[in-house]
């Protein structure tokens, strides 16, 4: 990633920290590392015990469940000690048996031995059609810049695919020797569609030249047509090619048009697409492929006015339409022969989506299910008699008993009479009696924040800790106006919604603000700074990892990664209603003179989403206007990017250090304690 040019800012005495690679930066943030680890150095033993603690929960040497294509089953393994999967192929048994054959199996990648101690992250991982050749990328940095490669299944050999500045997608064309992938530009904005072929020099197929807008390319579920989709925050537009074709023309399907989103897939229906052009709930239609353009759309499912047509699967026998409603995911089934059906869940709060595993002539499609108390498991549903058989459950080593932990549904009430959901799990005498809290949100491009199992944070949760989603706008968690609501001018609802969740939890009486604690990452990181510049007083300590706290500047640098896209979630900072909007909000900007929580932070130095220096100068404010002294922790991964390290004891670790925080800084319960 190129330096960025130092900044002329006399109002921003800390802009010096966004000089990336020069040796005073360096310095700066190697010296708050050691810092935090002096600090966290005293809580060693807690720290070694945390690690151990949820190390000794997962099954280190382990097999995921299969997935059927073709001739073979396709799989990973996971060994005790390594830190990556290993993936696997053996042949496919007869029948419906999923049993994986040692003997007879072929390693297609170890990670392992690919990484070797550095960092390493799989892009993908894309078998050819005729199960021959797979094509697959690694980002070695954590920039998300990938170098792509093929190999030979059955030699073993393994070539570079040269493409500069690649994205790290792949996608096979039917005839199996043709790719096609796409770049970014000098803003790491993926924008340009290309046509791979033996011997043959990279073909430009499309570039995006509109810097809001992000290409995607994809096989259908029937894999017999590649899309090719252009979107902005909030604009769609898609061209189809018969997977076939490689060579052939790529079909526009509608023009963008401002504010249409829509979404395509192939099906026994034909070509099938979620489009909102009838309201924000969107609806479906479906056309002949041969006929893709809008003038041909015929729609199928109406938009439902109480819910949210959130995404839809396709099977050769059947179509299955997610709903968002009541902050859960619904799953309507309507098979190709026989009757419709929804489908039902043993639990209040829970996470329900669809997983690929299957072949698309399969009679059945896979689920994945769990709650909060419940850990992930993967159901195959057959679709047309509806009879669900659970194929895989997540272990949880040691004693486990999910009846132990009760999941709860609170709703609090904001300003303008909204409720707001909140989803809680903990033990039952923890919810029974005020307890440390661990309250979490989000609230920004309309992500969900469905409930979760985690088997490190049982350790808090047998600690006597709560823990707590906010469902605040600016997230999908209600629907799609749930998103509308909380975004350009409408931001400070994400805001004010997670602060009368908190105040919901201390008025009924789950905690006290000597113990509440809260966290998010990334846009998540902008509502924990916005909310303790707001109410400090409110929280005993907060985690805010890779956050996104300096929002003002960066909306105002066109050349940083990804901003021009950024403006149709926060506002083009260059027109008057959005300017001071975006400063008014800024937790970098709006830091002050006050008390603040107990604070720990992360960053990567290789993120290119939230550059580091959001966090370090942050931090570095902070440090200069708090009035108090309670811990103030900032911990830069050196090499890792926005998802931390990449290896699974390293993301143990960085939770064990995230968790031994917070237990020595709310333990004894009290602000006034300077531990």
């Known amino acids: 990633m190129p330096p960025v040019a130092r900044r002329e800012n006399l109002n921003d005495p800390y802009a010096w920290l966004e000089q990336r690679d020069a040796s005073e930066v360096i310095g700066y943030l190697e010296e708050e590392n050691r810092h935090t680890e002096a600090w966290l150095s005293g809580h060693d033993d807690i720290r070694e015990q945390l690690f151990n603690e949820i190390r000794s929960r997962i099954r280190e040497t382990d097999l995921s469940l299969p997935s059927v294509w073709g001739p073979w089953l396709y799989y990973q393994r996971t060994e005790a000690g390594a830190e990556y999967s290993r993936y696997y192929r053996c042949p496919r048994p007869a029948g419906d048996s999923l049993e994986t054959d040692t003997a007879t199996q072929q390693l297609l990648l170890d990670l392992n031995e690919m990484a070797g101690d550095g960092f390493l992250q799989l892009g ?62 000098d803003t790491s904005r993926p924008s340009t569609l290309w046509r ?82 009838q309201g924000e709930n969107f609806c479906l239609y479906q056309c002949n492929p041969e006929q893709p353009d ?81 850990p992930a498991e993967i159901r195959g549903l057959t679709i047309v008699s509806g009879e669900q058989k659970i194929l895989r459950q997540t272990p949880v080593e040691g004693h486990f008993d999910a009846e132990e932990y009760e999941v709860r549904r609170e709703w609090a009430i904001a300003a303008d009479g909204t409720r707001i959901p909140v989803s809680l799990v903990g033990r039952h005498a923890s919810l029974a009696t005020p307890a440390p809290l661990y309250l979490y949100g989000y609230g920004s491009y309309g992500a969900t924040m469905d ?101 003002w500047n960066t909306m105002n640098n066109p050349d940083l990664p990804l901003t021009v896209g950024e403006y149709e979630e926060w506002g083009n900072p260059n027109e008057p209603e959005f300017g001071e909007l975006i400063r008014s909000y800024a937790p970098y900007e709006q830091v002050k003179n006050q008390t603040y929580p107990a604070l720990f932070v992360t960053a990567g130095y290789h993120d290119m989403r939230v550059q580091y220096w959001e966090a370090a100068k942050w931090v570095a404010k902070l440090r200069h206007h708090r009035t108090n002294d309670r ?37 004894k319960g009290s602000h006034k304690t300077n531990s």
Request: aromatic fraction near 10%; charged fraction near 25%; charge should be negative.
């Open 294 to 374: 809008r003038a041909h759309w015929k729609r199928v499912v109406e938009t439902d006015p109480a819910r949210t047509l959130e995404d839809f699967s396709v099977q050769q026998q059947g179509l299955i339409l997610h709903y968002r409603d009541r902050a859960l995911t619904t799953l309507e089934v309507r098979p190709c022969e026989g009757d419709s059906y929804k489908l039902d869940m043993p639990d209040a709060v829970y996470t329900l989506n669809v997983r690929g595993g299957e072949e698309y002539t399969s009679d059945r499609i896979r689920l994945r299910y769990e709650s909060l108390n419940r």
């Open 124 to 185: 993908d991982f894309a078998v050819s059609p005729d199960h021959h050749w797979l094509a697959y990328s690694l980002d070695r940095q954590g920039d998300e810049i990938y170098r792509l490669y093929l190999k030979n299944l059955t030699t073993g050999q393994i070539t570079d695919i040269p493409l500069e500045q690649a994205d790290g997608s792949l996608t096979w064309a039917n005839d199996s020797r043709t790719l096609f992938a796409v770049s970014m530009d």
């Open 196 to 277: 791979l072929q033996p011997d043959t020099p990279p073909v430009q197929i499309f570039h995006e030249a509109d810097q809001r807008f992000y290409l995607h390319a994809y096989r259908s579920s029937s894999e017999a047509w590649l899309m090719l989709s252009s979107n902005s925050k909030n604009t769609s537009e898609v061209r189809v090619l018969p997977a076939s074709q490689p060579d052939a023309e790529w079909q526009l399907m509608a023009k963008r048009a401002a504010g249409h989103e829509y979404h395509v897939d192939h099906g026994p229906q034909g070509l099938l697409i979620r489009s909102n052009n």
């Open 631 to 667: 811990p103030l922790l900032l911990r830069t991964q050196m090499s890792a990017g926005h998802g931390g390290s990449s290896g699974r004891y390293q993301a143990i670790k960085e939770l064990a250090e995230e968790y031994s925080f917070l237990l020595a800084v709310i333990g």
């Open 451 to 551: 409930p979760w199992f985690s088997h490190a944070r049982l350790s808090l949760l047998d600690r006597g800790w709560v823990f707590a989603i906010a469902h605040v706008r600016g997230g999908a968690d209600m629907g799609e106006a749930w998103y509308q609501a909380g975004k350009l001018q409408h931001k400070e609802n994400t805001f004010s919604d997670f602060i009368v969740c908190a105040e919901h939890l201390i008025r009924t009486g789950y905690t006290d603000s000597d113990r509440l604690v809260i966290a998010g990452g990334s846009a998540g990181g902008l509502l924990i700074g916005n909310v303790i510049n707001q109410r400090p007083e409110l929280f005993a300590a907060a985690v805010a990892d890779v956050p996104f706290v300096d929002v």
